[in-house]
């Protein structure tokens, strides 16, 4: 695992405009300065275009990684791509302008001009994950006493993501994969952690978001309503049983290692996330031959969903490594609560590894919940295993592996194995991430959801230098 962390570190900054990373003219020839390339790959599948969802994703990792180990040039290309996603959020597309729906435009070219073709959009998780990632750099701001440049470089992109989401957010939306257009749960986890999280932003740089506070609880309440009683419904429509990865990122995207292990906002530690889990990565036991006789209490290959045929419907690094980290995140949360609740919602989850499990709350002084906790952390490594036995030896992520030989298949080197990589390394070393105040969402939760919206305060953001003073300042 420590070898792979700096072969991921590269992986990402090979695929960034102008980096300076070994293989970054190679890598992301063409693309603008800041720019994250999603794959290198140009031929079945081309995928060289920059995804505002992507990107967020591995800026988030990046950040957190920056903040474990403060590495001053992971801060430079940091820095840089806050630059990108300025100018970025100033192209029209075919989603709009900057504020009047652009934001929600899926990817753009690695040049950042606009992609004019017919690709699914909008997909409107993208502007709620650059808000987090931003947030977390932004709070390292206010730490270091850099409260200038969180104030003019996060903020003015921060408050225009955060007026998208809370206009749109009950609007449908292409999910992950682009395939289905419907209400989409990573969507709505995510967007609900994002108005919450930039109305904390927002008053400690003294600003305001109005929009985020009536809107948050609204997006909380919707979010309950994809649980039907076994697992998270991913997608509303599609024609699909519903049972998708996705809910598994979204339980490691919202993740506040300060909050109970609360169902309401979809809490690793949760018994609907950890039944859930068990659901999804259970989906791919007798789909991927690889997966065939592996007992039921061992990590699987996971894929995106039982259903998907893309490229052969292969097991993806990055669920893998999402699997891993929500366990890594739940494990965290027991230890810090200082017990363990097994409920009948969570009690399959449980059975699995130990037959005379019980319903019952075990705190951490009994050798039930130390036998719990050891059981499933293997669990856990078992996942990141699983996606270490088909890595190849330099450590190139590839999109999947395939899932009869679990040879490397579909686009090379993609920045989102990369980033996922990193994200579970950082959860299983126990580096956490701060709290975003997800502890609250039992207190904000309506009686009734209703499908309301509200426009917030957004303009272009204007380009300007990081303050010399801030660069300095450390």
Known sequence: MEAQHPVAIDGIFNNVGESGWPKSRENAKGAAAGVFVASPSKVNPNYYYTWTRDSAIAIKALVDDFLANETPKVEEQIRIYIDAQAMIQN???????????????????????????????????????????????????????????????????????????????????????????????????????????????????????????????????????????????????????????????????????????????????????????????DSFREIFPMNKDVPAHKAVAVGRYPEDEYMGGNPWYLSNFAAAEQIYDALAQWKRQGKIVITEVSYPFWQVHNSTAQLGTFESYTQDFKNMIEM??????????????????????????????????????????????????????????????????????????????????????MKMDWPLNDRNSK
């Open 91 to 281: 192209i029209t597309t075919p989603s709009g302008s900057t504020c009047d729906g652009g934001l929600g435009e899926t990817r753009f070219q690695v040049n950042m001009t606009a992609t004019n073709d017919d690709w699914p959009r909008p997909q409107r998780d993208g502007p709620a994950l650059r808000v987090t990632a931003l947030v977390a750099y932004g709070r390292y701001l206010l730490d270091t006493k850099q409260e200038h440049a969180a104030k003019t470089k996060i903020w003015p992109i921060v408050q225009n993501d955060l007026a998208y989401v809370s206009e749109n957010w009950n609007k449908s939306t292409y999910d992950l994969w682009e395939s289905i257009e419907s209400s989409s749960m990573f969507a709505t986890a995510v967007q609900y952690r994002a108005l919450v999280e930039g109305n904390g932003f927002a008053a400690s740089i003294g600003e305001k978001c109005p929009n985020c506070e009536s809107q948050a609880p609204q997006v909380l309440c919707f979010l309950q309503s994809y649980w039907n009683g076994k697992y998270m419904i991913a997608n509303t429509g599609g024609g699909r049983s519903g049972i998708d990865v996705p809910s598994i990122l979204a339980s490691i995207h919202v993740f506040d290692p300060e909050a109970p292990c609360d169902d309401t906002s979809f809490q690793p530690c949760s018994e609907k996330a950890l039944a859930n889990h068990k659901i999804v990565t």
């Open 376 to 461: 499933i952390g293997s669990y856990a490594e078992n996942f990141m295993e699983v996606a270490r036995k088909f890595t190849p030896s330099d450590g190139s992520l590839t999109e999947q592996f395939d899932k009869n030989n679990g040879k490397p298949q579909s686009a090379r080197d993609l920045t989102w194995s990369y980033a996922a990589f990193i994200s579970a390394y950082n959860a299983r070393k126990g580096a956490l991430p701060a709290s975003w105040a997800a502890g609250q969402s039992k207190e904000i939760l309506p009686s009734e959801c209703a499908p309301t919206s509200a426009k917030g305060a957004c303009s272009p953001p």
